[in-house]
């Protein structure tokens, strides 16, 4: 059975899951406007992504016997800058839900939570390579420059992302 402490934080995950793919779905917009088709399609199936790991937690509440509550889901901007503004901003974003795994791992310490370390594991994990792969990104950008007609190789590479 889950604490109501820690019932209350994981539907707060859950809520945060889902405004990540929320995020990274009007940033796939933003680039299919942009016409640059191979962005858009990375953050679509990242904006897939989110809505999973939303529902992993979202199905743990469940299985511990919690209550799942959904709260509104924060309306994400629509516009950047450029490309590479775009994965600066998924870069700091993900650093922020790393903040929030381990803020929830502390907590699962503190109660003695073990079943919710070990399901929480998996994100510190996943955290890792999220961080990792929109850093990257961003170094590719740097490189080749952060204007659409520098991109297309770019566009091309994150295009086949399946
Ligand atoms: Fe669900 Fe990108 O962290």
Known sequence: M??????????????REMYSAYLYLAMSAYFETASMKGFAKWMRIQAKEEQTHAMKIYDYIIARGGKVTLDAIEAPKAKWASAGKVFEEVFSHEQKVTAMI?????LAIKEKDHATFEMLQ????????????????????AILGDVVGHLFWLDHQLGKRE
């Open 102 to 106: 381990n803020n929830l791992v502390d």
């Open 2 to 15: 889950l604490s109501k402490s820690m019932e209350t934080a994981l539907n707060r995950q859950v809520n």
């Open 122 to 141: 998996w994100f510190v994990k996943e955290q890792v390579e999220e961080e990792e792969h929109a850093s990257e990104i961003v170094s590719q950008i």
